[in-house]
Structures are given as structure tokens and as C-alpha cells.
């Protein structure tokens, strides 16, 4: 993405959320998509209240991000393919982000796709770049909140969230939040 250009186009599919175990997780893999600049996440429909949570978050944060729940995840998988969206899997088994940020950062367009249990083998195959951030298991929060900001290179963070409700205005210490009137 490219403040000033053609901004990238970022999507996220979560996959193979454990009933109930996996809410927190999922609630916050999805505000760490919002809060970095992706535009949309794909999902099963496990907990609908995700659907509240977030647009709540809009409501009261700016921006238009998105939650699309989803049957059938490899169905996503095959519209983006043949849309010309490239497909990143975050997985530690993948290439070494340090390698391969560079490529990445030249896409037009990404599906982010990060799992929750065991991820089944046709996505390590069905991936344009399987990308491990570092080679050891952490999480999917971090894995997806590291790759979004070395694809974008910090300028996630001068993105403005539009139709807020409140903007924080950043202090050396302590907090400021300006409220704005929303006209619908
Ligand atoms: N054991 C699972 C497997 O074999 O796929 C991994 C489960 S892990 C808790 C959940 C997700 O976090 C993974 O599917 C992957 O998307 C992400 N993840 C965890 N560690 C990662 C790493 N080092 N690099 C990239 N993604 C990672």
C-alpha cells in the first residue's frame, strides 16, 4: 500500500477456528487486520457476535472494514486465484519473510490466510508464497500483525479511518480523543 499511489489491496481468510476456544483469537486476529490496513476478513461462522464486536469498532474508529462468513473456504480461495489475487499463507514452515518482503510488497492484491489447528496440506500447495515469520510456532495474531507491517512498511499506521465517531490525538502523556458529529 502506497500512501499517495495505488493502495494494495489486503484481505484475510481465517481457517479452521476450534469451537469457542478459538472466539478470542479470531475476534482479535480480525482487529489486527482492520487496525493494519487490510480491507476485509473471511471467516467461518462460529460466534456471529465477531459481526458485532467490529462494528462497533467502525462505528467508534472510522472505516469501512469488512467480515464476509464463509462456508466454504476453498471456494474463496478459487475466486481470488482466478481474480489475480495472490495467495499468502502465514505458516512456519513457509519461506522467511526477511527473503521474500520484497516480492510481497509489490502485489497488487492479497489473501492473507492464517489457520488456527493443524492447516490441511492443499493450502501449503495452493499458496503463491508460504511465508513463515521466523521458524518457530507463535501465534496467528502476531504472524498476521508482522507480515502486514512489513508488506506496508509502517504506512499502515498514517492511514486515516474515515467517519469516526473519535479520533485519538496522539500525546507525549496522557489521553486526547476528539469526538466528532456524525451526519448520516
Ligand atoms: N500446528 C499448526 C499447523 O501445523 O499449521 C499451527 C497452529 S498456529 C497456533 C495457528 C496459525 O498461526 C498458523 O496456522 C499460522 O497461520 C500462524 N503461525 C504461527 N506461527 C507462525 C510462524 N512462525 N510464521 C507464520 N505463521 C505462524
Not at 15 to 21: E, L, S
Not at 43 to 69: A, H, L, Q, R, Y
Request: no cysteine.
Amino acid at each position: 500500500m502506497m500512501l499517495g499511489q495505488k493502495r494494495m489491496e489486503i484481505e484475510v481468510l481465517r481457517i479452521g477456528q476450534r469451537v469457542v476456544r478459538d472466539d478470542r483469537v479470531t475476534t482479535h486476529v480480525a482487529l489486527v487486520a482492520r487496525s493494519f490496513g487490510a480491507k476485509k476478513i473471511y471467516m467461518n461462522e462460529i460466534n456471529p457476535e465477531i459481526n458485532d464486536t467490529v462494528s462497533k469498532i467502525n462505528k467508534t474508529w472510522g472505516g469501512d472494514f469488512e467480515i464476509e462468513m464463509i462456508d466454504d473456504w476453498k471456494k474463496i480461495i478459487r475466486e481470488k486465484k482466478n481474480m489475480a489475487t495472490k495467495i499468502v499463507h502465514l505458516t512456519m514452515y513457509g519461506q522467511n519473510i526477511n527473503d521474500i518482503q520484497t516480492k510481497l510488497q509489490n502485489e497488487d492484491k492479497l489473501l492473507i490466510v492464517v489457520g488456527a489447528e493443524k492447516v490441511p496440506r492443499t493450502i501449503y500447495d495452493t499458496a503463491d508464497y508460504n511465508v513463515a515469520i521466523g521458524n518457530q510456532p507463535h501465534s496467528e495474531i502476531s504472524a498476521l500483525g508482522i507480515l502486514l507491517d512489513r508488506i506496508q512498511q509502517g504506512r499502515q499506521f498514517d492511514l486515516k479511518f474515515k467517519n469516526s465517531e473519535r479520533v485519538i490525538i496522539p500525546q507525549e502523556h496522557g489521553k486526547s480523543v476528539q469526538m466528532n458529529k456524525l451526519t448520516d
